[in-house]
């Protein structure tokens, strides 16, 4: 089992930025791809950013050049920087990884994003 718990959410106006954290503890070992999902209100959740052990990643077609996914295997720890952002960013952000064939999800971290 891998416990995943995110930080760094909060308000921010129109055309500023964020970094959100994820770290992972428990049954780290065999730690396979992580990344970011979010849940905006009254939608369904989407992928945002996907990032592989070797660094890989994958974003979201409306945050590229926008936001980017870094990762830290020593600390475990996934980072989502988020710059230029938008109203239609306003969104529950879930931290997601795989580990041993099986998908784990933190509690979510609330990002707002206002005029």
């Known amino acids: 089992q891998v416990q995943l718990v995110e930080s760094g959410g909060g308000s921010v106006q129109v055309g500023g930025s964020l970094r959100i954290s994820c770290v992972a503890s428990?049954?780290?070992?065999?730690?396979?791809?992580m990344g970011w999902y979010r849940q905006g209100p009254g939608k369904e959740r989407e992928m945002v950013a996907l990032v592989s052990p070797d660094g890989g990643y994958n974003l979201r077609n409306s945050v590229r050049g926008r936001f980017s996914i870094s990762r830290d295997n020593a600390k475990n720890t996934i980072y989502l920087q988020m710059n230029s952002m938008r109203h239609e960013d306003t969104a529950m952000y879930y931290c997601?990884?795989?580990?041993?064939?099986?998908?784990?999800w933190g509690q979510g971290t609330q990002v707002t994003v206002s005029s």
């Open positions: 428990g049954s780290v070992e065999e730690l396979r791809d």
């Open positions: 997601w990884a795989v580990q041993r064939g099986r998908e784990n």
